[in-house]
């Protein structure tokens, strides 16, 4: 096995033979909502939702297994039969034998190119995939073919890729029923499926969805005949791999025109037979389209049918992509570079995706998590900050009064849906994030403001933190929390975020930390809704109430002395005496909270000075962390010590020595780290303690947890998984970065360095994690990188990488530039540098480290902003206003000198 290899800076690699590697899949979308994966090999799906499959969903284990594919077939005369995507029965056969055929894939943003070479046959196909970057809701598959033989070979051409036309449900519920509701109709350009109705026994409804495979050949001929029907195509006993229908006369092609109904469909195009002399070359274009009407879809496919309208959208295809990752780095290791293009890609790709549709993530049916949610705004914000203020905003309306959040996420921004399945979880950690991506948007804009922008509360069935239903709410009641005189109740965000963390301040459990309820981050950890109690985030809402108290003394700084926030919410700001060590009474109190606010709330407001609250919210951040520091540091018999995590249903610590032996989790470390609860020497005893206990350099560095060799069911589902998969133990990438991330926040740049390195050593040694560029959501035991491209850890990856290494820092809006470049980090002419986006100015901020220091040693001696010395009165910052008079156009050179 050869690695892949990066061929420019964008990201474009280059791979040998990758259909010898199984799970590979390669994601082809578009913002109009085509969401494709492909293999190396034609496989995958496409789809613009649950319900609007276009090619038949797949799970991992399908990407091996499935015969369906995109497929391109050349019958060659007096020869046989070739598939130009290698899915044949014969070249399967042939995969390990020395008759293996050459093949290469090249893929950028959205696309992939295999080249396959066949020298019996003397024929070389290149296979072009990619979705339009445009409105058109469509997947093009170009195939060129080039005879690199000695002599003239005569083939046809057939397209045959299934059209499953359906509801990813209908894959084993009713699959052969819903083929009975195909209308199969021919057209000179392809084949149209139009199902009658979508299948759901629960009320079937008439289909409004069209699909349809078109093609045409270089010069714009359309193809000469059709197999509509998969039967007819595969022939008895035949299948996609060896397909009846190519030997012999037995099996016919029809004529445009031709109508046929309840069966499985197939977009086979039988295009006319040519010769091609050696060094000749042809190519097809095969348009797979969604459409609304026949000849709305007839319309927009029309222009693909066109050589060079596939061209000129592919190039333009590959520009869109390029321009919207506007982060670039230049480090020492151009590969690292290069990698973290995808990492920076992928975001825009969970945008797109969710959580759902890629063939790991076989799960939910589209839409993404809150927190998720969150998290990919930290990245969307640093590739544009500005446009991702109304994201933000809107994303503020998901928030319950009582604290909690809707967690089913519409597709338009802002938008959050009652559920329906009346399931009532709450996961504890969701205020957390909310309050750090603000943070950060604050930061890069300086826009506090944006505290005091008003908007509303989401209302649904769901009350009092999840412990009680409204019987009497309706769907007619509309999503918005109502006074009692029933008009939408505003509140600003500045509430919003104090009502998140208010409430969970007193939703403690019995240790005085805050309950864990239906689980934390690690989903998993979902069987101690009881008694479970999470220091980890507790130790982060702790660290977000002081952060808060600064942005009242910023906001009182810019002359707002006072805000108002809900009345109700002043009985979670009371000064008594006792409450932060009595849980009783801390539960009394959201109780009361609760219930006052249970179905509406009064709707009139409180007047706090900035300095009072902020004095209020900073004593409860003490509390919280000198809490956690008395109580949950431990120290094993190695003399190894960290911060315990959290508290099982059976109320017991869940981390320290046990029989069974040590039980060390990431997470607990992680938010001691950020939240500042650990003091410098803990951060050294934690880090000894992880490299001790859950690092493991051949799977990418530090584990999620140590094996607690026991199915806990008093924990989480977590411990039934195998030791070393997903949430029990595998390198878990999101935390492992948070790990780095943490470590870079408090100047533990040489330990966060050898998170982040460990990390990317592994993912980018194809041998061993066998995944595109890029970072997955985790590592297995055996190496390899599971749930590519869909994952929050990319988000923190980028922010790290931006904020922490390069130090692009956002102050209140002003740009401090703090980097933590390691001396070995620096290039040959002992340079570094980012592109990035700040002030709306695209800036090239190259650090030269002419005396070579080491990170932590240098310092910022010199500024230059498009030649020109910038003489900053702080330390390191340029201000915004300086930038602002900076061209909005091209790219300013910013060149920071280092001493
Ligand atoms: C996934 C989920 C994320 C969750 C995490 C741990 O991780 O999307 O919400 O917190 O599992 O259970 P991801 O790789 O997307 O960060």
Redesign the pocket.
Known sequence: MRDYEFVDSYGTFRLQNPELTSYLYFPIANETGVMGSITPVGGGDLKMGQNTYLLAPVSSEDLHNNKASRNFWCQIEDMGIWSVTGKSALQEAELFTKEKEETELVAGYMWQKVTRTSVKYGLTAETLSFVPFTEDTVEIMQVKLRNTGMDSITLTPIAAIPLYGRSADNIRDHRHVTSLLHRIETVKEGILVNPTLTFDERGHKQNKVWYGIFGAMEDGKLPESYYPCVEDFIGEGGSFENPGALWGEKYKPVNAGYKKNGYEALGGLRFKKVTLKPGEEVTYQIILAFGEGKEQMLSMIRPYLSKEHCGEIFEQTNRYWREKVNIGYGTNDKNFDAWMGWVNFQPILRRIYG?SFLPHHDYGKGGR?W??LWQDCLALLMMNPTGVKEMLYDNFAGVRIDGSNATIIGSKTGEFIADRNNITRIWMDHGVWPFLTTSLYIGQTGDIMLLLKETTYFRDPQVCRGEEKDPFWKPEDGNHIKTAEGTKYYGTILEHLLVQHLTAFYDVGEHNHIRLRGAD????LDMAVERGESVAFTAMYGDNLEQLAGFLDRLELEGKKSVSVLSELTLLLTQEEGVYEDINKKRQLLLQYCTACRYSVKGDKTILTCSQLAKNLREKARFIKEHIREKEWLTDSRAYSWYNSYYDNNGNPVEGEFDLGVRMMLTGQVFAIMSGVADKEQIKAITQAADQYLYKEEIGGYRLNTDFKELKTDLGRMFGFAYGSK?NGAV???MAVMYANALYQKNFIKEGYRVLKSLYNHLSDFEKSRIYPGIP??IGDNGRGL?HY????ASWLLITVLTEIFGIKGKYGELSLEPKLRKEQFNKDKKAWVTCMFAERHLKVTYNNKTEKEAGEYSIAKITIDGELYSFTEYGVIRRRDLQLLSEKGIHEVVVELL
């Open positions: 959580c998590g927190r998720d981050w690690n989903d998993a949430e878990f990438s999101h959501e985790y749930y869909l994952t929050g850890s």
